[in-house]
Protein backbone atom coordinates (compact mmCIF):
# COMPACT_ATOMS: atom_id res chain seq x y z
CA UNK A 1 0.00 0.00 0.00
CA UNK A 2 3.09 1.94 0.71
CA UNK A 3 4.49 1.96 -2.65
CA UNK A 4 1.48 2.32 -4.38
CA UNK A 5 0.96 5.84 -2.23
CA UNK A 6 4.59 6.38 -3.06
CA UNK A 7 4.10 5.35 -6.78
CA UNK A 8 0.71 7.72 -6.81
CA UNK A 9 2.32 10.99 -5.84
CA UNK A 10 5.07 10.63 -8.01
CA UNK A 11 2.82 10.67 -11.10
CA UNK A 12 0.65 13.44 -10.17
CA UNK A 13 3.66 15.38 -9.08
CA UNK A 14 5.50 14.76 -12.32
CA UNK A 15 1.95 15.51 -13.94
CA UNK A 16 0.88 18.16 -12.68
CA UNK A 17 1.70 21.68 -14.65
CA UNK A 18 4.77 23.89 -13.36
CA UNK A 19 3.70 27.21 -11.41
CA UNK A 20 5.58 30.03 -12.36
CA UNK A 21 7.67 31.13 -9.02
CA UNK A 22 7.36 34.39 -7.54
CA UNK A 23 10.58 36.74 -6.87
CA UNK A 24 11.48 36.86 -3.29
CA UNK A 25 12.09 40.52 -2.54
CA UNK A 26 15.97 41.20 -1.58
CA UNK A 27 16.60 42.82 2.00
CA UNK A 28 19.10 45.20 2.27
CA UNK A 29 20.30 46.86 5.67
CA UNK A 30 22.27 49.99 5.83
CA UNK A 31 24.00 52.02 8.89
CA UNK A 32 22.71 55.24 8.72
CA UNK A 33 24.39 58.56 10.51
CA UNK A 34 23.34 62.44 10.63
CA UNK A 35 20.21 64.12 10.10
CA UNK A 36 16.75 63.23 11.21
CA UNK A 37 16.81 59.87 11.08
CA UNK A 38 20.39 58.78 12.42
CA UNK A 39 19.82 54.10 13.09
CA UNK A 40 22.32 51.30 13.43
CA UNK A 41 20.42 49.00 11.42
CA UNK A 42 17.91 50.21 8.49
CA UNK A 43 16.53 47.36 6.29
CA UNK A 44 15.36 48.26 2.92
CA UNK A 45 13.44 45.85 0.65
CA UNK A 46 13.59 45.92 -2.97
CA UNK A 47 11.00 44.76 -4.90
CA UNK A 48 11.08 43.77 -8.56
CA UNK A 49 8.30 42.05 -11.20
CA UNK A 50 7.64 38.60 -11.49
CA UNK A 51 8.93 38.73 -14.97
CA UNK A 52 10.13 41.64 -17.49
CA UNK A 53 10.54 41.28 -21.27
CA UNK A 54 13.00 41.71 -23.54
CA UNK A 55 13.66 45.39 -24.58
CA UNK A 56 11.14 46.91 -22.45
CA UNK A 57 11.64 48.79 -19.10
CA UNK A 58 10.73 47.71 -15.54
CA UNK A 59 9.90 49.47 -12.49
CA UNK A 60 11.89 48.58 -9.59
CA UNK A 61 10.65 49.61 -5.72
CA UNK A 62 12.98 50.06 -2.85
CA UNK A 63 10.51 50.49 0.78
CA UNK A 64 11.70 51.78 3.84
CA UNK A 65 10.15 51.03 7.34
CA UNK A 66 9.80 53.09 10.37
CA UNK A 67 12.80 54.89 11.36
CA UNK A 68 12.97 56.47 14.69
CA UNK A 69 13.46 60.08 14.58
CA UNK A 70 16.38 61.59 16.82
CA UNK A 71 15.36 64.88 16.00
CA UNK A 72 11.33 67.02 16.07
CA UNK A 73 10.53 67.09 12.23
CA UNK A 74 8.37 69.91 11.89
CA UNK A 75 4.82 69.04 9.58
CA UNK A 76 5.22 69.74 6.03
CA UNK A 77 8.89 69.50 5.99
CA UNK A 78 10.29 68.20 2.62
CA UNK A 79 11.40 64.62 2.65
CA UNK A 80 13.62 62.81 -0.69
CA UNK A 81 14.75 59.78 -0.71
CA UNK A 82 17.78 58.59 -2.97
CA UNK A 83 20.57 55.63 -4.03
CA UNK A 84 19.61 52.19 -2.87
CA UNK A 85 22.58 51.33 -5.55
CA UNK A 86 21.93 48.01 -7.35
CA UNK A 87 24.13 46.47 -9.51
CA UNK A 88 22.45 45.31 -12.85
CA UNK A 89 23.52 42.23 -15.04
CA UNK A 90 20.92 41.81 -17.94
CA UNK A 91 19.72 45.59 -18.11
CA UNK A 92 20.91 48.99 -17.93
CA UNK A 93 22.11 51.42 -15.94
CA UNK A 94 24.21 49.84 -14.12
CA UNK A 95 24.74 51.22 -10.70
CA UNK A 96 20.79 51.49 -10.53
CA UNK A 97 19.47 54.35 -8.33
CA UNK A 98 16.30 54.85 -6.49
CA UNK A 99 14.34 58.07 -6.10
CA UNK A 100 11.35 59.32 -4.03
CA UNK A 101 9.77 62.50 -2.78
CA UNK A 102 6.83 63.70 -0.34
CA UNK A 103 6.20 66.11 2.96
CA UNK A 104 5.55 64.86 6.05
CA UNK A 105 1.85 65.18 6.86
CA UNK A 106 2.01 65.17 11.19
CA UNK A 107 4.39 66.78 12.87
CA UNK A 108 7.03 63.74 14.58
CA UNK A 109 8.92 64.36 17.92
CA UNK A 110 12.32 62.77 19.11
CA UNK A 111 11.86 59.17 19.68
CA UNK A 112 8.36 58.53 17.36
CA UNK A 113 9.06 56.77 14.18
CA UNK A 114 8.66 58.04 10.35
CA UNK A 115 8.60 55.82 7.40
CA UNK A 116 10.56 58.22 4.61
CA UNK A 117 8.91 57.65 0.92
CA UNK A 118 9.67 54.58 -1.01
CA UNK A 119 12.26 55.22 -3.90
CA UNK A 120 11.30 53.39 -7.57
CA UNK A 121 14.22 53.22 -10.45
CA UNK A 122 13.59 51.90 -14.31
CA UNK A 123 16.29 49.46 -15.67
CA UNK A 124 15.90 48.78 -19.28
CA UNK A 125 15.65 45.03 -19.75
CA UNK A 126 18.76 44.18 -22.04
CA UNK A 127 18.82 40.25 -21.54
CA UNK A 128 16.97 37.56 -24.50
CA UNK A 129 13.95 35.79 -23.66
CA UNK A 130 14.57 33.10 -21.47
CA UNK A 131 17.82 34.69 -19.78
CA UNK A 132 17.36 36.64 -16.41
CA UNK A 133 17.84 39.96 -15.31
CA UNK A 134 19.82 40.26 -12.11
CA UNK A 135 20.04 42.87 -9.22
CA UNK A 136 22.98 42.58 -6.56
CA UNK A 137 23.02 45.94 -3.53
CA UNK A 138 26.51 47.76 -4.33
CA UNK A 139 28.61 46.69 -1.31
CA UNK A 140 31.63 48.88 -1.43
CA UNK A 141 32.65 49.68 2.07
CA UNK A 142 32.45 53.33 3.72
CA UNK A 143 30.61 54.71 0.58
CA UNK A 144 27.21 56.19 0.81
CA UNK A 145 25.13 54.39 -0.97
CA UNK A 146 21.62 56.06 0.22
CA UNK A 147 20.81 59.19 1.38
CA UNK A 148 17.20 60.18 3.37
CA UNK A 149 17.07 64.44 2.94
CA UNK A 150 14.36 65.67 5.74
CA UNK A 151 13.96 69.28 5.92
CA UNK A 152 17.27 69.90 3.87
CA UNK A 153 19.43 67.99 6.08
CA UNK A 154 20.46 64.51 4.77
CA UNK A 155 21.03 61.07 6.88
CA UNK A 156 24.00 59.23 4.88
CA UNK A 157 23.68 55.09 4.98
CA UNK A 158 26.51 52.60 4.14
CA UNK A 159 25.95 49.29 3.13
CA UNK A 160 25.82 45.96 6.31
CA UNK A 161 24.38 43.06 4.81
CA UNK A 162 21.91 41.53 1.97
CA UNK A 163 19.18 38.67 1.97
CA UNK A 164 19.28 37.04 -0.52
CA UNK A 165 22.92 38.56 -1.73
CA UNK A 166 20.79 39.14 -5.05
CA UNK A 167 18.03 38.37 -6.97
CA UNK A 168 17.09 37.51 -10.68
CA UNK A 169 14.09 37.84 -12.71
CA UNK A 170 13.21 35.85 -15.45
CA UNK A 171 12.89 37.18 -18.75
CA UNK A 172 10.11 36.30 -21.09
CA UNK A 173 7.39 37.92 -23.00
CA UNK A 174 3.72 38.54 -22.01
CA UNK A 175 0.26 37.69 -22.76
CA UNK A 176 -1.00 34.85 -24.61
CA UNK A 177 -4.28 33.44 -22.56
CA UNK A 178 -2.15 32.67 -19.51
CA UNK A 179 -2.20 35.58 -17.52
CA UNK A 180 0.98 37.45 -16.40
CA UNK A 181 1.32 40.63 -14.42
CA UNK A 182 2.75 43.98 -14.81
CA UNK A 183 3.67 46.70 -12.35
CA UNK A 184 2.12 49.71 -12.90
CA UNK A 185 3.09 53.00 -11.72
CA UNK A 186 -0.61 54.88 -11.69
CA UNK A 187 -0.60 58.87 -11.40
CA UNK A 188 -3.73 59.63 -8.89
CA UNK A 189 -5.51 62.25 -8.08
CA UNK A 190 -9.00 63.57 -7.08
CA UNK A 191 -10.93 64.28 -10.24
CA UNK A 192 -11.98 67.87 -8.91
CA UNK A 193 -8.58 69.00 -8.65
CA UNK A 194 -6.81 69.44 -5.11
CA UNK A 195 -8.24 69.67 -0.96
CA UNK A 196 -7.08 66.45 0.21
CA UNK A 197 -3.52 66.02 1.92
CA UNK A 198 -3.61 62.45 0.21
CA UNK A 199 -3.50 63.66 -2.93
CA UNK A 200 -1.89 63.51 -5.50
CA UNK A 201 -0.59 60.09 -4.62
CA UNK A 202 1.50 58.16 -7.10
CA UNK A 203 0.44 54.17 -6.49
CA UNK A 204 1.93 50.74 -7.78
CA UNK A 205 -0.45 48.75 -8.70
CA UNK A 206 0.65 44.95 -10.00
CA UNK A 207 -1.88 44.38 -12.54
CA UNK A 208 -2.66 40.90 -13.67
CA UNK A 209 -4.59 40.19 -17.31
CA UNK A 210 -5.94 37.18 -18.12
CA UNK A 211 -7.14 37.41 -21.80
CA UNK A 212 -9.74 34.63 -23.05
CA UNK A 213 -8.30 31.09 -23.90
CA UNK A 214 -10.07 31.35 -27.12
CA UNK A 215 -12.13 34.44 -29.50
CA UNK A 216 -13.71 34.45 -32.32
CA UNK A 217 -14.84 37.88 -34.78
CA UNK A 218 -18.02 39.56 -33.93
CA UNK A 219 -18.33 38.16 -30.28
CA UNK A 220 -17.70 39.74 -26.86
CA UNK A 221 -14.41 38.73 -25.68
CA UNK A 222 -13.91 38.10 -21.68
CA UNK A 223 -11.05 40.05 -20.15
CA UNK A 224 -10.19 39.35 -16.43
CA UNK A 225 -8.59 42.34 -14.45
CA UNK A 226 -7.15 42.04 -11.31
CA UNK A 227 -4.30 44.56 -8.98
CA UNK A 228 -2.54 44.58 -5.97
CA UNK A 229 -1.78 47.54 -4.36
CA UNK A 230 2.48 46.64 -4.20
CA UNK A 231 3.54 47.58 -0.35
CA UNK A 232 1.93 49.35 2.40
CA UNK A 233 3.37 52.64 1.69
CA UNK A 234 1.60 52.39 -1.04
CA UNK A 235 -2.02 53.87 -0.20
CA UNK A 236 -5.17 54.76 -2.02
CA UNK A 237 -7.58 56.58 0.63
CA UNK A 238 -11.09 57.31 0.40
CA UNK A 239 -10.99 61.33 0.34
CA UNK A 240 -13.60 63.52 2.24
CA UNK A 241 -16.70 63.05 -0.05
CA UNK A 242 -16.03 59.64 -1.32
CA UNK A 243 -19.26 57.99 -2.07
CA UNK A 244 -19.50 55.32 1.08
CA UNK A 245 -22.60 53.51 -0.73
CA UNK A 246 -22.41 51.53 -3.38
CA UNK A 247 -19.03 52.38 -4.57
CA UNK A 248 -17.42 51.04 -7.59
CA UNK A 249 -13.75 50.69 -9.43
CA UNK A 250 -13.70 51.29 -12.93
CA UNK A 251 -10.92 49.30 -15.17
CA UNK A 252 -9.94 50.43 -18.64
CA UNK A 253 -8.02 48.18 -20.92
CA UNK A 254 -6.23 49.85 -23.88
CA UNK A 255 -6.62 47.42 -26.81
CA UNK A 256 -5.58 47.36 -30.66
CA UNK A 257 -5.81 44.65 -33.35
CA UNK A 258 -8.79 42.35 -34.72
CA UNK A 259 -10.84 45.55 -35.46
CA UNK A 260 -11.61 45.78 -31.93
CA UNK A 261 -12.39 49.66 -30.13
CA UNK A 262 -9.43 51.68 -28.90
CA UNK A 263 -10.44 51.12 -25.09
CA UNK A 264 -12.63 48.86 -22.99
CA UNK A 265 -13.90 49.70 -19.50
CA UNK A 266 -15.15 47.12 -16.99
CA UNK A 267 -16.47 47.85 -13.76
CA UNK A 268 -16.69 45.99 -9.71
CA UNK A 269 -18.30 47.04 -6.60
CA UNK A 270 -15.89 48.01 -3.52
CA UNK A 271 -16.14 46.63 -0.47
CA UNK A 272 -16.62 48.52 2.81
CA UNK A 273 -15.11 52.33 2.23
CA UNK A 274 -13.89 54.14 5.15
CA UNK A 275 -13.65 57.93 4.92
CA UNK A 276 -9.45 58.56 5.71
CA UNK A 277 -8.92 54.51 4.88
CA UNK A 278 -7.09 52.99 2.52
CA UNK A 279 -9.48 51.28 -0.40
CA UNK A 280 -9.53 47.75 -0.94
CA UNK A 281 -9.19 46.98 -4.55
CA UNK A 282 -12.19 43.83 -5.84
CA UNK A 283 -10.49 40.85 -6.53
CA UNK A 284 -11.78 40.20 -10.29
CA UNK A 285 -13.23 43.30 -12.78
CA UNK A 286 -14.59 41.61 -16.11
CA UNK A 287 -13.62 43.75 -18.91
CA UNK A 288 -15.56 42.85 -22.58
CA UNK A 289 -14.47 43.80 -25.59
CA UNK A 290 -15.44 42.92 -29.62
CA UNK A 291 -13.45 42.35 -31.79
CA UNK A 292 -14.67 42.23 -35.74
CA UNK A 293 -11.94 40.22 -37.61
CA UNK A 294 -9.71 37.67 -37.61
CA UNK A 295 -6.10 38.27 -36.27
CA UNK A 296 -4.30 38.84 -32.95
CA UNK A 297 -5.52 41.73 -30.27
CA UNK A 298 -2.58 43.38 -28.36
CA UNK A 299 -4.04 44.76 -24.67
CA UNK A 300 -2.42 47.39 -22.29
CA UNK A 301 -3.18 48.46 -18.43
CA UNK A 302 -5.38 51.55 -19.10
CA UNK A 303 -6.60 54.11 -16.55
CA UNK A 304 -8.94 53.46 -13.26
CA UNK A 305 -11.56 55.30 -11.99
CA UNK A 306 -13.29 55.40 -8.39
CA UNK A 307 -16.51 56.47 -7.82
CA UNK A 308 -20.16 55.92 -8.53
CA UNK A 309 -19.72 56.95 -12.42
CA UNK A 310 -17.12 56.05 -14.70
CA UNK A 311 -17.48 59.45 -16.07
CA UNK A 312 -17.86 61.38 -13.45
CA UNK A 313 -15.60 59.52 -10.91
CA UNK A 314 -14.40 61.36 -7.57
CA UNK A 315 -10.49 59.71 -7.87
CA UNK A 316 -9.22 59.28 -11.41
CA UNK A 317 -5.51 57.09 -11.93
CA UNK A 318 -3.75 57.85 -15.01
CA UNK A 319 -1.89 54.59 -16.33
CA UNK A 320 1.88 55.86 -17.90
CA UNK A 321 1.52 55.71 -21.59
CA UNK A 322 5.00 53.70 -22.91
CA UNK A 323 7.00 50.71 -20.73
CA UNK A 324 3.97 48.79 -20.43
CA UNK A 325 3.81 45.13 -20.46
CA UNK A 326 1.59 43.59 -23.10
CA UNK A 327 -0.51 41.01 -22.80
CA UNK A 328 -2.33 39.09 -26.02
CA UNK A 329 -4.61 36.99 -27.27
CA UNK A 330 -5.64 35.09 -30.98
CA UNK A 331 -8.95 35.47 -32.80
CA UNK A 332 -10.24 33.26 -34.49
CA UNK A 333 -13.49 33.16 -37.68
CA UNK A 334 -16.58 32.80 -36.95
CA UNK A 335 -19.66 31.46 -39.08
CA UNK A 336 -22.65 33.22 -37.42
CA UNK A 337 -24.10 30.22 -36.62
CA UNK A 338 -23.68 27.79 -33.55
CA UNK A 339 -21.61 24.83 -34.39
CA UNK A 340 -23.75 21.91 -33.50
CA UNK A 341 -21.85 18.32 -32.69
CA UNK A 342 -22.83 15.56 -35.46
CA UNK A 343 -21.98 12.35 -35.99
CA UNK A 344 -20.47 11.89 -39.41
CA UNK A 345 -21.91 9.36 -42.00
CA UNK A 346 -20.36 5.79 -42.27
CA UNK A 347 -19.85 4.83 -45.62
CA UNK A 348 -18.62 1.20 -44.92
CA UNK A 349 -22.06 -0.79 -45.18
CA UNK A 350 -22.50 -2.90 -42.02
CA UNK A 351 -24.38 -5.82 -42.28
CA UNK A 352 -27.47 -5.54 -40.59
CA UNK A 353 -27.80 -8.44 -37.28
CA UNK A 354 -30.29 -11.35 -37.97
CA UNK A 355 -33.18 -11.27 -36.09
CA UNK A 356 -34.02 -14.93 -33.69
CA UNK A 357 -37.39 -14.93 -32.44
CA UNK A 358 -38.39 -17.60 -30.48
CA UNK A 359 -41.58 -18.68 -30.29
CA UNK A 360 -42.98 -21.00 -27.75
CA UNK A 361 -45.86 -23.22 -28.96
CA UNK A 362 -48.85 -24.80 -26.55
CA UNK A 363 -50.12 -28.01 -28.04
CA UNK A 364 -53.43 -28.74 -26.91
CA UNK A 365 -53.84 -32.98 -26.76
CA UNK A 366 -57.42 -33.80 -28.08
CA UNK A 367 -59.16 -36.48 -26.54
CA UNK A 368 -57.92 -39.04 -28.14
CA UNK A 369 -54.24 -38.54 -26.84
CA UNK A 370 -53.25 -41.27 -23.69
CA UNK A 371 -53.23 -39.13 -20.49
CA UNK A 372 -51.68 -39.84 -17.49
CA UNK A 373 -53.82 -40.32 -14.74
CA UNK A 374 -53.39 -41.15 -10.91
CA UNK A 375 -56.61 -43.18 -10.11
CA UNK A 376 -58.99 -42.15 -7.38
CA UNK A 377 -58.17 -45.69 -6.01
CA UNK A 378 -55.48 -47.90 -5.94
CA UNK A 379 -54.75 -50.80 -9.13
CA UNK A 380 -55.14 -53.96 -8.04
CA UNK A 381 -52.07 -54.97 -10.22
CA UNK A 382 -50.07 -52.01 -9.21
CA UNK A 383 -49.33 -50.95 -12.80
CA UNK A 384 -50.43 -47.55 -12.13
CA UNK A 385 -53.39 -46.85 -13.77
CA UNK A 386 -53.57 -46.29 -17.62
CA UNK A 387 -49.69 -45.95 -17.76
CA UNK A 388 -49.48 -47.26 -21.79
CA UNK A 389 -48.02 -50.13 -22.61
CA UNK A 390 -46.36 -52.96 -20.19
CA UNK A 391 -42.26 -52.87 -19.91
CA UNK A 392 -42.25 -56.32 -19.39
CA UNK A 393 -43.48 -56.82 -23.04
CA UNK A 394 -40.28 -54.95 -24.14
CA UNK A 395 -38.24 -56.69 -22.21
CA UNK A 396 -39.04 -60.49 -22.66
CA UNK A 397 -39.01 -59.35 -26.47
CA UNK A 398 -35.91 -58.58 -26.36
CA UNK A 399 -34.65 -61.11 -24.44
CA UNK A 400 -36.19 -63.66 -26.89
CA UNK A 401 -34.23 -62.50 -29.74
CA UNK A 402 -30.93 -62.42 -28.07
CA UNK A 403 -31.86 -65.81 -27.05
CA UNK A 404 -32.88 -66.11 -31.11
CA UNK A 405 -29.46 -64.96 -32.04
CA UNK A 406 -27.39 -67.06 -29.96
CA UNK A 407 -29.17 -70.35 -30.86
CA UNK A 408 -28.71 -69.87 -35.12
CA UNK A 409 -25.25 -68.62 -34.25
CA UNK A 410 -24.50 -72.19 -32.81
CA UNK A 411 -25.96 -73.73 -35.86
CA UNK A 412 -24.10 -72.06 -38.46
CA UNK A 413 -21.11 -73.10 -36.20
CA UNK A 414 -22.09 -76.45 -36.61
CA UNK A 415 -22.48 -76.76 -40.75
CA UNK A 416 -19.12 -74.73 -41.24
CA UNK A 417 -17.65 -77.53 -38.78
CA UNK A 418 -19.21 -80.57 -40.75
CA UNK A 419 -17.75 -79.09 -44.32
CA UNK A 420 -14.56 -78.76 -43.24
Do not use: H
Not at 129 to 135: F, I
Not at 203 to 212: E, H, L
Amino acid sequence: MSTLVLFVGVVLALSSPAQAAAVDPLKVTYKCTGGYLAAESVQLTVTAPTSVEPSKAASIKWTFPPITATKAIAAQASVTTSGGDLTVTGGTPTPLKGSGSGTVTTAVTVGQTYTPPEMTGSVNVTATTGGNLVLAPVTTASTTVLTITVAGEATTCTYVSATPTSISVPVQTGGGGGGTDDVVEYDCDLASGGGDADYPADVDIKVTMTPPTSATANADASITWAGTIQSTGDTLKAPTGFPTTSPKMFVTVKASGAGVPATATGEATLGTVTIGQAITLPTSVTVKIKPTTTGTVTLTAGDLAFGTSASSPTIKCLAPTTNLKTFTFTVGSSTGTPTTSSTPTNTTSTPKPTKTSTATVTVTPSSSTKKSKTPKAGADTGGGGEAGPDGRMFILTGTALVGAAAVGGLVMRRRNATRG
